[in-house]
Nanobody
């Protein structure tokens, strides 16, 4: 089982940028598709982005397309989420996740991180 630790969440003004990182340890990182979810107060956890094991296939939620970029560095066992043009509605706890494959990411999550808080002020 892979263990995941997120970092990079903080308070930022609307229009600003943040980069989240998720460091993995344990089982081989490159065996997993990786991704990000988020959960805002009073709302269900929602999918944000996912990237395949080799980094070639990427999916985004419609709400973040064109603003967020997911990437991974298998040599560093780390996945990133670059968030630009942030909006107050992006405020949430962001969770890193490891899954079987991008195509079935949401339904095959194997491991969750503990989450990192992103707050976007208006």
């Amino acid at each position: 089982q892979v263990q995941l630790v997120e970092s990079g969440g903080e308070l930022v003004q609307a229009g600003g940028s943040l980069r989240l990182s998720c460091a993995a340890s344990g089982r081989t990182f490159s065996n997993y598709a990786m991704g990000w979810f988020r959960q805002a107060p009073g709302k269900e956890r929602e999918f944000v982005a996912a990237i395949s094991r080799n980094g070639i296939t990427i999916n985004y939620a419609d709400s973040v397309k064109g603003r967020f970029t997911i990437s991974r560095d298998n040599a560093k066992n780390t996945v990133y989420l670059q968030m630009n043009s942030l909006k107050p509605e992006d405020t949430a706890v962001y969770y890193c996740a490891a899954a079987q494959a991008v195509a079935v990411f949401t339904s095959t999550v194997r491991t969750w991180g503990q989450g990192t808080q992103v707050t976007v002020s208006s």
